[in-house]
């Protein structure tokens, strides 16, 4: 007998239905929410992303080796790279391979250009430009110039380093720092000759000859960006020329992760290093991962609420997140450790479905005055922080094809956060600032409100905010100024025409409009984060339970007793949950009585240092 999904039930639903009358339960809209995309790795997976010894692996108990693998630089070097994937793999950890995402080797492009100068990355008033984190050299001769990704042999060189990478049979490929030129965008570049060619023919598909003339280009076929700036102290159409720097950038990688997709038979997933909110999200549409620095914030000495809002983003964009802190945090733990603070990023990684890169030797970099800039190394502790991973792998039954619940969404309008800074990074257009959205996730995970984000692309982030990225939820929480156009802004006005859009004041705001469905006594720095795996009812609601209290002058988490987590009954829907179970980091699993009172399933944990998992069967 043929049978029909859950999943596909619930989407044959959403086709049929008007949407007002669809009520899909709190797990049902977990289905709505399952990514169209295989996920790039498990949620138990332990990732590392630097190349270490295989016996490193072991001891972190690690399973995949994703991201800054390199690649061969020569066919000669092939054989170097397969005995070092077969000494990975012989400790169950496979090897990707990855390349840069800058042009690189300037020798190359003097072979094949001679006038390779006109190509180097510089600003308006034609000053040579470096990477934005170190200092400029001085003198700055042409030779330690970086040529600009816009020059029209960069993609075949990169293809041409991708077949390089492809002959070892990675089992991952990774692009690092694939913003390329974009690099360069906040430290006003790049207006090289390419560059200048590349904006002129941008201009001319994103606007009307009206709205050019209107800008003040009266002749666009010779317009030069940087000659118009030369005359003025303001930058008009700089949001353009962000625009056309990402574009261009996206354009690149897509074509790299085209020509890998194609040449490898069996898929392998494709990452890259790039931030999963502000402007630079723009490569998550042709990414299966992203490794993310997700704001961690240590010099603040408590758990903020960035890298909740980088989770969220990951799923909403169905692109699993290997996480990892900054690299600035990373320098200060090596100068003063705090193993606590990073026990706590990992813990909620992955009780929010991320998985934190392991530690182990984690890369920053200082520039002492006068000096060039000196790589640091963070010297985690293994033997304080490899059992949090040991935790993960003894049971990952409890994390795999798991989804969190969610009930409310929170909009990720790409425009507003572009124009109105809220995590961007680049020249801003001056507007009212509104709350960040990474506030707005704190205060909702705060009140234990099970949340997701709903995303509305623009330009240059090819991502279409769609029914069912609403339809899962039952309110959509957005904040002015709204910048959403076109069908996005149509389905958006639908959904305000029907009642389930609040705008954002407080969080009392959103909860005097949601029934509630998680609840945490003692209330303070407590998160119940239920989640289930929505093809299947059959496998257990399990509920993370994370401590936030960390006390910033003892450096130790505060640890929390008789915690009384209340889960509302619809949650289960259908799920068993007459026993109890907790697992916890060093502990064997325990028991919990459970009690129901009313709509509410209810259990009490007896101490809580920093994560605990429940699972209800
Ligand atoms: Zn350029």
């Known amino acids: 007998m043929k049978t029909i999904s859950r999943r596909a039930a619930i989407q044959c639903l959403l086709s049929l239905l008007p949407?007002?009358?669809?009520?899909?339960?709190?797990?049902?809209?977990?289905?709505?929410?399952?990514?169209?995309?295989?996920?790039?790795?498990?949620?138990?997976?332990?990732?590392?992303?630097?190349?270490?010894?295989?016996?490193?692996y072991k001891m972190w108990h690690g399973t995949l080796l994703y991201g800054w693998c390199g690649a061969p630089?020569?066919?000669?070097?092939?054989?170097?790279?397969?005995?070092?994937?077969?000494?990975?793999?012989?400790?169950?950890?496979?090897?990707g391979a990855s390349i840069s995402g800058f042009s690189g080797n300037l020798s190359w492009f003097q072979e094949q250009d001679p006038d390779w100068k006109e190509a180097l990355w510089r600003d308006s008033d034609d000053h040579l430009l470096t990477y934005p984190w170190v200092r400029p050299p001085d003198p700055f001769p042409p030779e330690k110039g970086e040529i600009c990704t816009n020059h029209p042999k960069?993609?075949?060189?990169?293809?041409?380093?991708?077949?390089?990478?492809?002959?070892?049979?990675?089992?991952?490929?990774?692009v690092d720092d694939p913003l390329g030129t974009a690099t360069v965008l906040r430290i006003k570049g790049c207006f090289c000759k390419y560059c200048m060619k590349g904006f002129r023919d941008y201009l001319k598909k994103a606007m009307s000859s009206d709205q050019i003339e209107a800008a003040g280009i009266h002749d666009i076929d010779s317009f030069d960006y940087g000659k118009f700036l030369k005359s003025r102290t303001d930058r008009p159409l700089a949001y353009e020329f962000?625009?056309?720097?990402?574009?261009?950038?996206?354009?690149?990688?897509?074509?790299?992760?085209?020509?890998?997709?194609?040449?490898r038979v069996?898929?392998?997933?494709?990452?890259?290093?790039?931030?999963?909110?502000?402007?630079?999200?723009?490569?998550?549409?042709?990414?299966?991962?992203?490794?993310?620095?997700?704001?961690?914030?240590?010099?603040?000495?408590?758990?903020?609420?960035?890298?909740?809002?980088?989770?969220?983003?990951?799923?909403?964009?169905?692109?699993?997140?290997?996480?990892?802190?900054?690299?600035?945090?990373?320098?200060?733990?090596t100068n003063h450790d705090i193993p606590d603070l990073v026990r706590g990023w990992i813990a909620e990684s992955y009780a929010l479905g991320g998985n934190f890169i392991v530690p182990h030797k984690e890369w920053g970099f200082v520039q002492p005055p006068g000096k060039e800039p000196q790589s640091t190394a963070y010297p985690a502790k293994p033997e304080i922080i490899a059992p949090l991973?040991?935790?993960?792998?003894?049971?990952?039954?409890?994390?795999?094809?798991?989804?969190?619940?969610?009930?409310?969404?929170?909009?990720?309008?790409?425009?507003?956060?572009?124009?109105?800074?809220?995590?961007?990074?680049?020249?801003?257009?001056?507007?009212?600032?509104?709350?960040t959205l990474h506030e707005i996730c704190l205060a909702l995970a705060n009140a234990n409100i099970p949340f997701g984000m709903a995303v509305a692309g623009s330009e240059p982030l090819d991502h279409e905010m769609r029914l069912e990225d609403l339809a899962k939820y039952e309110f959509l929480i957005v904040?002015?100024?709204?910048?959403?156009?076109?069908?996005?802004?149509?389905?958006?006005?639908?959904?305000?025409?029907?009642?389930?859009?609040?705008?954002?004041?407080?969080?009392?705001?959103?909860?005097?409009?949601?029934?509630?469905?998680?609840?945490?006594?003692?209330a303070r720095d407590i998160w119940a984060l239920p989640r289930v795996n929505p093809d299947r009812l059959s496998f257990p609601l399990v509920c993370h339970?994370?401590?936030?209290?960390?006390?910033?002058?003892?450096?130790?988490?505060?640890?929390?007793?008789?915690?009384?987590?209340?889960?509302?009954?619809?949650?289960?829907?259908?799920?068993?949950?007459?026993?109890?179970?907790?697992?916890?980091?060093?502990?064997?699993?325990?028991?919990?009585?459970?009690?129901?009172?009313?709509?509410?399933?209810?259990?009490?944990?007896?101490?809580?240092?920093?994560?605990?998992?429940?699972r209800f069967s």
């Open 19 to 56: 949407s007002p009358f669809i009520i899909p339960s709190p797990t049902e809209r977990v289905l709505l929410a399952v990514p169209k995309r295989k996920r790039a790795f498990k949620h138990s997976d332990v990732v590392f992303s630097f190349v270490f010894s295989p016996e490193e």
């Open 73 to 95: 630089a020569t066919k000669d070097e092939i054989p170097k790279y397969l005995d070092r994937q077969k000494k990975s793999l012989e400790v169950g950890v496979p090897e």
């Open 154 to 174: 960069f993609v075949e060189k990169k293809l041409a380093e991708t077949d390089l990478a492809m002959a070892i049979k990675p089992y991952a490929f990774h």
């Open 242 to 263: 962000e625009n056309f720097q990402l574009r261009s950038s996206v354009e690149h990688i897509r074509q790299v992760m085209d020509y890998v997709r194609k040449k």
């Open 266 to 333: 069996a898929t392998i997933p494709v990452g890259a290093n790039a931030p999963v909110v502000g402007a630079h999200i723009v490569f998550a549409p042709y990414l299966d991962y992203i490794a993310a620095e997700i704001g961690t914030d240590a010099t603040e000495m408590k758990f903020g609420g960035k890298p909740l809002l980088n989770y969220k983003m990951g799923d909403a964009l169905g692109v699993a997140i290997a996480a990892t802190g900054i690299y600035k945090d990373w320098v200060m733990l």
């Open 389 to 435: 991973y040991q935790f993960v792998r003894d049971d990952p039954e409890l994390f795999d094809d798991y989804q969190a619940v969610t009930q409310v969404g929170l909009l990720y309008d790409y425009r507003a956060t572009r124009l109105a800074g809220a995590g961007a990074q680049m020249p801003q257009t001056p507007e009212k600032q509104p709350v």
């Open 479 to 522: 904040q002015n100024p709204l910048m959403v156009r076109g069908k996005q802004r149509e389905l958006l006005d639908v959904w305000t025409s029907q009642g389930k859009v609040i705008g954002w004041t407080d969080v009392e705001s959103v909860r005097s409009r949601v029934r509630p469905l998680v609840a945490v006594e003692p």
């Open 545 to 614: 339970v994370l401590n936030r209290s960390f006390d910033a002058k003892t450096e130790k988490m505060v640890v929390q007793k008789n915690i009384r987590v209340r889960l509302n009954k619809e949650l289960f829907d259908g799920r068993k949950h007459d026993r109890c179970t907790l697992f916890m980091e060093k502990v064997p699993p325990a028991s919990l009585p459970v009690q129901f009172k009313g709509d509410w399933v209810e259990v009490t944990l007896p101490e809580l240092e920093l994560w605990g998992i429940l």
